[in-house]
C-alpha cells in the first residue's frame, strides 16, 4: 500500500544527503581496492522507497579483471566464471587472488595466508609446480588435487571481506570448467577503473554539496515563515 503522506522538502533532502553519503562509501571502497588481485567493484545505483524517497542499493560487478602474466608458476588467475574456495578463520571465503604461495606446511595459500581447498600438501623437496586449465595441481608430475571453484548464481550481492575476499548466502555450485579456465603464471588485477571512480567520486562531491545547500536554503524559508508571516 502507498504512503497517504508525501514527504515534505526537508525529508527529501535528507533522503538525498544519505543517498550520496551511500554512494561516496561504495566509490571510496573501489578506489581503496584499484590494486587488489582479483577484486570485483561494485556499482551503485537509485532506488525509489516508498513515498518517492531515494535510497542506494549495489550490486557486484562480476567482470573480469586485466589478467597479465607474472612468469611465476604459484601465480594463477581465473578466466571466466567462479572464484577459489579458501579456508579462513570465518569459514570458507572466495576469493579471485591468485598469489599464491607455499607456507611451512607445504599448504598451498593465498597472499592472506589462507589455505586453497581441493588441493593437497605438496611433497616435501618437490620442484615443479604444474596448474593445468582444469584447475588441477601437479608436484613433479604427482596430482595432488584440483583447486575448488565455483560460482555463485546471477545477480547475487558478494559481501566484501578485505583481501579480496567475498562471502555470500547464496547457493554456490561447482564451476563450468568447459567455459572457465585457469592461467598458471597470471594475475587477474581488479576491475575497478582508478579514472571512473576518480570522476565518480567528484560527481558525488558535488551532488552532495548541492543537496546541503538546498537543505540551508529550506531552512532559511522555514525561519522567516515562521518569523516573519505571522507579523502585521
Known sequence: MGSSVRPTGLENAAAALRYWERRQEVVASNLANVNTDGFKGERAF???????????DTATDFSTGSISPT???LDVAISGDGFFVVQTPKGERLSRGGALSIDADRRIIDANGNQLQGVDAVPAGAKVIAIDGQGRVRADGKDIGK????TV???????????????????????DMNRTKVRQGAIEGSNVSSLESMVDMIAVQRAYGAVQKSISALDAVRGMASSDLGKL
Not at 153 to 164: D, I, M, W, Y
Open 153 to 175: 548464481p546471477p545477480g547475487t550481492k558478494l559481501q566484501h571481506e578485505g583481501g579480496g575476499q567475498f562471502s555470500t548466502t547464496a547457493p554456490r555450485t561447482e564451476a
Open 71 to 73: 612468469g611465476n608458476p
Open 147 to 150: 583447486f575448488r571453484i565455483e
Open 46 to 56: 537509485a532506488r525509489l522507497l516508498d513515498g518517492n524517497l531515494p535510497v542506494v
